[in-house]
């Protein structure tokens, strides 16, 4: 019944009073289950992620809607099923995997199984964790262990794409060759560019390592457009 009248209330003589700027709320109203939605926001989030990246992502993956999302993986998803494996664009043969962990507190033994679980999977070189609770210290000490860089997201910090936020500047991670003709260029070390902290939001997006740089592009009125750069440390 609400949601019905939410919907009339948007309605004037059949017309819609809605336009870019209003949205009805009857729009948002979601009848599903918060764990699937927290879910879908997360999924969806670590495949723009890793498009951004340079991974191999299928478009249906990243148009997939939330009720899309409930008919395949259900209200409570089978988290091995969330798993993501992906290869790298320029070079097929590095992968990428994704995994998400329950909700339990994680241990030694936990990254162990996993760390069994991956050794035989062909490919992978790099892996993604996307937390529910926290970790002690034995067990991030653990995560040295493995062969490849392992990343720790908290799954709050991937319900919202940070660089879809309009204040977000544009980002460009320069290759070799375009950093040391930069470089070149005006004469500086790595040194002489201002720098980035690892642990910055879209650092950790990016998947950006020390001492790569990166083109930021701001849009600002009426400022105006400016172009600078950072380095990793």
Same mark, same amino acid.
């Given at each position: 019944?609400?949601?019905?009248?939410?919907?009339?209330?948007?309605?004037?003589?059949?017309?819609?009073?809605?336009?870019?700027? @209003?949205?009805?709320?009857?729009?948002?109203?979601?009848?599903?289950?918060?764990?699937?939605? $927290?879910?879908?926001?997360? $999924?969806?989030?670590?495949?723009?992620?890793?498009?951004?990246?340079?991974?191999?992502?299928?478009?249906? #993956?990243?148009?997939?809607?939330?009720?899309?999302?409930?008919?395949?993986?259900?209200?409570? +998803?089978?988290?091995? $099923?969330?798993?993501?494996?992906?290869?790298?664009?320029?070079?097929?043969?590095?992968?990428?995997?994704?995994?998400?962990?329950?909700?339990?507190?994680? !241990?030694?033994?936990?990254?162990?199984?996993?760390?069994?679980?991956?050794?035989?999977?062909?490919?992978?070189?790099?892996?993604?964790?996307?937390?529910?609770?926290?970790?002690?210290?034995?067990?991030?000490?653990?995560? !040295? !262990?493995? +062969?490849? @860089?392992? #990343?720790?997201?908290?799954?709050?910090?991937?319900?919202?794409?940070?660089?879809?936020?309009?204040?977000?500047?544009?980002?460009?991670? *320069?290759?070799?060759?375009?950093?040391?003709?930069?470089?070149?260029?005006?004469?500086?070390?790595?040194?002489?560019?201002?720098?980035?902290? #690892?642990?910055?939001?879209?650092? $950790?997006?990016?998947? *950006?390592?020390?001492?790569?740089?990166?083109?930021?592009?701001?849009?600002? #009125?009426?400022?105006?457009?400016?172009?600078?750069?950072?380095?990793?440390?």
């Amino acid at each position: 019944m609400e949601v019905k009248m939410a919907e009339e209330g948007c309605c004037e003589n059949g017309e819609s009073k809605v336009n870019e700027r @209003t949205h009805c709320i009857w729009k948002t109203v979601d009848d599903g289950g918060v764990e699937s939605k $927290r879910f879908y926001l997360a $999924r969806t989030t670590a495949f723009e992620m890793l498009r951004d990246r340079g991974y191999e992502v299928n478009e249906a #993956e990243l148009s997939l809607s939330l009720s899309e999302f409930r008919s395949v993986f259900g209200e409570k +998803p089978d988290l091995e $099923r969330l798993r993501i494996c992906v290869p790298l664009r320029s070079d097929p043969r590095k992968k990428i995997l994704v995994v998400f962990m329950e909700s339990e507190p994680i !241990t030694v033994k936990t990254f162990r199984a996993i760390h069994s679980q991956v050794s035989n999977n062909v490919g992978v070189r790099a892996m993604i964790l996307i937390l529910q609770s926290k970790m002690n210290h034995f067990a991030q000490k653990e995560l !040295t !262990t493995f +062969p490849f @860089t392992v #990343e720790t997201f908290p799954i709050g910090d991937l319900l919202v794409n940070i660089t879809k936020h309009i204040q977000q500047p544009k980002i460009e991670v *320069l290759t070799k060759k375009e950093k040391e003709q930069l470089l070149k260029k005006h004469a500086l070390e790595d040194k002489h560019l201002p720098y980035l902290q #690892e642990s910055d939001s879209f650092v $950790r997006y990016y998947g *950006l390592k020390i001492k790569q740089v990166v083109r930021i592009t701001y849009s600002k #009125e009426p400022v105006g457009s400016f172009v600078t750069y950072r380095c990793i440390v």
